[in-house]
């Protein structure tokens, strides 16, 4: 299911959802929301999909559209009439006189009543009162609560429903599945628990790719990140889009993230790691607020993915400091070099394009080869000191702490730019 605004058109989102389904080879259907807004334009949406190779059955092509709006509640039946409809024709079955087989949507650590997970239920049916495992957690369902709220005994397949009873919070897409009691579950948890911790310890084989690999990320600065979120989906998919943020100068590190509010473990953490926090949809509670003024740490709240990372890609970009850049400005040719005071050399020169200006940066090449870095200290033309010469006319210069010049020498002339620097 592609759902894409009516108002906004094609996202990066909606992008790469298109290509997890191309990539698992599954048909789509398209849910054009928001229809009922003013500004909304479906086709520019259905043109837009044309440009990933999505073809609605409007434009000749097989996959299905429907104009639905999710405030007004318009086109609902028509959606799932054609997902009924898909369904028929891919024979989409499944088993529900069997022990439960399924995938985690969501999860999170909800304050009253501990770690929630919302599962999809792929096959069998899950009821109260069943021991199972989910990724590296396990539980038994002390409740099953409905898309409505209300609490219910069992989930057939295709039913979404949050598990209460879970003795930790389990990754969004981890697989769960009913087990005959708690001490099986309890060892297969463990046992998968070691696996992840084993990996977490042994290192790769060496190669060469990953020796230059590892020796720019020596070499580049650190940006640590402390992030908390209100499920773990969102915390997954930031800290995802956070490291993605790395470059070769600079490494953004999610050094913890979890569920929940920001705690004064938290504070902790990010006062002895310098790391700024992070909180999307959660906030601090009182104690971690007034730890972190007291601490200096900085505490920044979000409720929009991209704005969190566009302000963390802002704040790495400032930690690097500008960019510097060089710009030539002129460069001339000695034509003769002639005694200046008792020690000194000056140059004459005939500048060829550009310009020079005193005080401005300056390197002498010779043979293409430099042989001097510094400052212009004198300009002349004829007997005048003056700031600048332009191109086509002739001065005398001399150089701070230089005074070994040929003729035919080159003179650049340089200045230094700063720029704020993006990732």
């Not at 084989?205 to 070499?219: C, I, N, V």
């Not at 993230?257 to 920001?262: A, E, K, L, P, Y």
């Not at 060829?352 to 080869?369: M, P, S, T």
Request: hydrophobic fraction near 45%; proline fraction near 3%.
């Amino acid at each position: 299911m592609l759902v894409v605004a009516a108002d906004d058109g094609i996202m990066p989102q909606t992008i790469e959802a298109i290509n997890h389904a191309r990539a698992a080879n599954v048909p789509m259907i398209v849910a054009i929301n928001k229809c009922d807004k003013p500004d909304a334009q479906p086709d520019r949406v259905r043109e837009a999909l044309l440009q990933h190779n999505v073809q609605v059955e409007k434009f000749g092509g097989e996959v299905q559209d429907v104009l639905v709006s999710a405030l007004k509640r318009t086109g609902l039946e028509e959606l799932t009439e054609k997902i009924t409809l898909q369904a028929e024709i891919l024979e989409l079955k499944a088993n529900p006189d069997r022990t439960a087989e399924g995938n985690v949507i969501e999860s999170k650590l909800d304050k009253g009543r501990g770690p929630v997970a919302t599962v999809l239920v792929r096959r069998g049916t899950l009821r109260v009162g069943d021991v199972f495992v989910v990724g590296m957690e396990w539980g038994k369902v002390r409740a099953l609560i409905d898309d409505k709220g209300r609490q219910v005994k069992l989930a057939g397949p295709t039913v979404p429903v949050e598990v209460l009873g879970l003795t930790g919070v389990p990754a969004a897409g981890d697989e769960f599945a009913v087990v005959a009691d708690e001490a099986r579950a309890r060892e297969i948890a463990e046992y998968r628990q070691g696996i992840a911790a084993r990996k977490r310890t042994t290192a790769a084989p060496a190669t060469l790719e990953s020796m230059f690999s590892s020796l720019r990320a020596d070499r580049a600065k650190e940006f640590p990140v402390i992030l908390k979120g209100d499920v773990h989906g969102s915390v997954e998919a930031i800290a995802s889009a956070i490291t993605q943020l790395s470059t070769d100068e600079i490494k953004a590190r999610v050094l913890h993230s979890g569920v929940g509010g920001i705690t004064e473990s938290d504070v902790a953490l990010a006062k002895a790691s310098n790391a700024p926090i992070f909180g999307f949809n959660v906030r601090a509670n009182s104690k971690a607020r007034e730890v972190a003024e007291r601490e200096g740490v900085a505490l920044k709240y979000y409720d929009v993915i991209y704005d969190l990372i566009d302000d963390i890609k802002a704040a790495m970009a400032g930690h690097l400091g500008p960019e510097v850049f060089e710009n030539v400005v002129g460069r001339a040719t000695v034509r003769d070099v002639f005694q200046a005071g008792k020690a000194g050399k000056a140059a004459g020169c005939f500048v060829n394009d550009g310009f020079i200006r005193r005080n401005l940066k300056a390197r002498i090449l010779r043979d293409d080869v430099i042989v001097y870095t510094g400052h212009i200290t004198n300009l002349r033309r004829f007997k005048d000191d003056v700031t600048e010469v332009r191109s086509g006319l002739e001065c005398g210069m001399t150089f701070d702490g230089f005074t070994d010049l040929k003729q035919n020498d080159i003179v650049e002339v340089f200045q230094l730019e700063e720029r704020t620097r993006t990732l």
